[in-house]
């Protein structure tokens, strides 16, 4: 893998944080936080920087297309797309809409990547039946895949009314947005990004990133089989920078498992405990440390999978604004240098 090829990203759920004497901030100032790191991370050198979509009190960002085009009217040439914009539970239409209107105001850098989503609150909330996960999602992304050609389309199915040579405004200058699919590790989920032709984005959240090579072959071999040119693979999991290795696991442990316990109450988990968590830093899919230790695993990550890129999920829990505002420029200035330079 060539150093100049590796692009190198951070993501955030928009976790809402409390402030240095730990009280819980409101969604609104986390908004404008997210928004300074990512003009942060715009100035530092990151490649690209992703928001995910979630409609919960835990997290304040629920519409990712506008905080990003925020950050594309102050930033020059970072990608900005999503970590992930739940599909199932909205019109594929209006999100190629809004998605060619941030590229419109970024001049070329959005992008998107589309999946089910890890959590279920949005389906109640807009009026649709978990019953229906699966066809929802299938049928709405035949129907994004039409969009995305930015030609007029006819398309039936199931889960809305027909469309009879539709034609969807504004048209991006590339003549497509740049589509990742965000897979949890389902043969199936990485065989349909080959068949419709979009870049796969591997949420790899816990164990060895390794243990995904076979998922990152099949998406190779799918793209040969459906006559597909080469299309990136990407990974997304989380992490954290200070400066040294004790620091980062030291600040991050405590937030991790605040967050990893209250989610983990609701889908029946264990509490985390401290031997797992350093479990996941040393061996499996918790990217934390020093600058040195990150790019070291990276490095062994991209080798490992073939990759051409990786996002790094920096925000995990109620951790302040000023440490997560420090781990971006480390990851900037010398996460990413070090990367490359093992790489190269």
Known sequence: MAAARIELGLDTFGDVTVDADGARLSGAQ??????EQGVLADRVGVDAFGLGEHHRADFAITAPDIVLAAIAARTERIVLGTAVTVLSSDDPIRIYERFATLDAISRGRAEITLGRGSFTESFPLFGYDLADYER?????????AAVRREAPFSWSGTTRAPLDNADVHPKTESGGLRTWIGVGGTPESVVRAARYGFGLMLAIIGGPPERFAPYADLYRRALAEFEQPELPIGVHSPGFVAD???????????YFKEQRDRIGAERGWPPATREQFESEVEHGAVF????????????????????SRFDLKYANGAMPHAFLM????????????????LLA
């Open 136 to 144: 929802l999602f299938e049928e709405k992304l035949d129907l994004y």
């Open 30 to 35: 986390v908004i404008r936080d997210v928004v």
């Open 244 to 254: 040294d290795d004790e620091e980062a696991r030291e600040l991050l442990y405590p």
């Open 288 to 307: 934390c440390g020093s600058p040195e230790t990150v790019a070291a695993k990276i490095a062994r990550t991209v080798q490992a999978l073939g990759l």
């Open 326 to 341: 420090r781990a971006v420029e480390l990851y900037g200035t010398e996460v990413g240098p070090r990367v490359r330079a």
